[in-house]
């Protein structure tokens, strides 16, 4: 979904670096999420914010921080990546307000590689 | 916890014909709400349909449709007249209100022309 945006697309970097994943949106939804996708397990939530004051750890949140700038924008941390950390990264919105299912609107992944 | 669980790995279907991925989950609330995602090789999550738990109802969505069996905890995701288009990655999901949404594994549907 156009909607949802997310930098990089790819990114490969060593053991021990800080990285930092961006998502943006301007759907205008208040709600945000961040998953990792590995094969075989389908996504697992890491973090999400139901609103800028408000974040959630998720089923995988150890060796992730994220922050919440603003509405639209939710950031997704980690502090000394290491290889079991490569996977599929996806952010995601959703509409509490608006839309009682709170569907998730999923951005294009981020790939991360950690050497 | 609330699990979910796609009992096939992979599937495939000729084109025009008709496939049905199975789904099952595991919980112990009444209120929820069920999804069938697509990833297809763009690997975008795109949303095929989903089904509140309150509606009888199946939901359809073109040549999308669901067979929600709410006392057996089961969400099947029917697809008619496949598409060479349908082939990609199918993820089954479950949300409780206000909390996180859960995934199943993933079924692989491969289409044949």
């Known amino acids: 979904d156009a909607d949802v945006t997310q930098t990089p697309r790819n990114r490969i970097t060593k053991t021990g670096k800080r990285i930092m994943l961006e998502c943006s949106q301007t759907k205008g939804h208040d709600r945000m999420y961040w998953y990792r996708q590995d094969p075989g397990l389908g996504l697992r939530l890491i973090y999400y914010s139901f609103d800028v004051k408000d974040i959630n750890k998720g089923e995988i949140s150890d060796g992730y921080s994220v922050s919440r700038q603003a509405q639209a924008k939710f950031s997704l941390s980690l502090e000394s990546a290491i290889p079991n950390q490569t996977a599929l990264y996806f952010c995601?919105?959703?509409?509490?307000?608006?839309?009682?299912?709170?569907?998730?609107?999923f951005g294009p992944g981020t790939r991360l590689t950690v050497l | 916890a609330q699990t979910v669980t796609q009992s096939q790995p992979e599937m495939s279907v000729q084109e025009a014909e008709t496939v049905t991925l199975s789904c099952t989950y595991d919980?112990?609330?009444?209120?929820?709400?069920l999804f069938w995602y697509k990833q297809p090789p763009s690997r975008q999550m795109i949303l095929v349909i989903r089904q509140e738990a309150y509606k009888q109802q199946n939901a359809t969505e073109n040549r999308f449709s669901v067979n929600f069996q709410k006392a057996a905890k089961s969400f099947s995701l029917k697809i008619s007249d496949s598409q060479l288009g349908d082939a990609a990655m199918y993820f089954c999901?479950?949300?409780?209100?206000?909390?996180?949404?859960?995934f199943g594994a993933g079924t692989r549907l491969t289409v044949k022309p």
């Open positions: 919980t112990s609330e009444s209120d929820y709400y």
């Open positions: 999901a479950y949300r409780v209100p206000n909390n996180d949404m859960r």
């Open positions: 995601a919105t959703s509409d509490f307000n608006r839309d009682p299912t709170d569907t998730q609107y």
